[in-house]
């Protein structure tokens, strides 16, 4: 399990570091959505906006002390997604939502 939530970690690294890109403040929502889905994240075009609600909701578990760990568990267990894709997913809410949390997920 280490393992794999180390994966996790680098994805999320890598994430806010693509998100954290100074052009990014722009447009915050679709700059989440463009680098999950450049990371392999896929979902129904009609769910659009529960994906952004639930990168929103990874800086509420933050608020109230989540771990990376507690996120990446929550995450896989109510999708499909492998550690690696909650990890990335985590990473990139974090870089363009709740930047002040960045040291969670490095």
Same mark, same amino acid.
């Given at each position: 399990?280490?393992?794999t939530?180390?994966?996790?970690? /680098?994805?999320?690294?890598?994430a ?11 447009d ?38 989540? /771990? ?13 997604? /492998?550690d ?23």
């Amino acid at each position: 399990m280490k393992i794999t939530i180390a994966c996790a970690a /680098s994805a999320a690294f890598a994430a806010v570091a693509l998100i954290g890109a100074p052009a990014a403040l722009a447009d915050p929502e679709g700059d989440f959505l463009t680098v999950i889905g450049n990371g392999g994240i896929t979902w129904p075009s009609d769910k659009t906006q529960q994906v952004i609600e639930t990168g929103y909701a990874v800086c509420q578990d933050w608020d109230n002390g989540a /771990s990376f760990e507690q996120e990446v568990a929550d995450l896989t267990s109510v999708t499909d997604w /492998s550690d690696y894709q909650a990890g990335y997913f985590i990473g990139a809410a974090t870089g363009a939502f709740c930047p002040q949390y960045e040291w969670k997920v490095s």
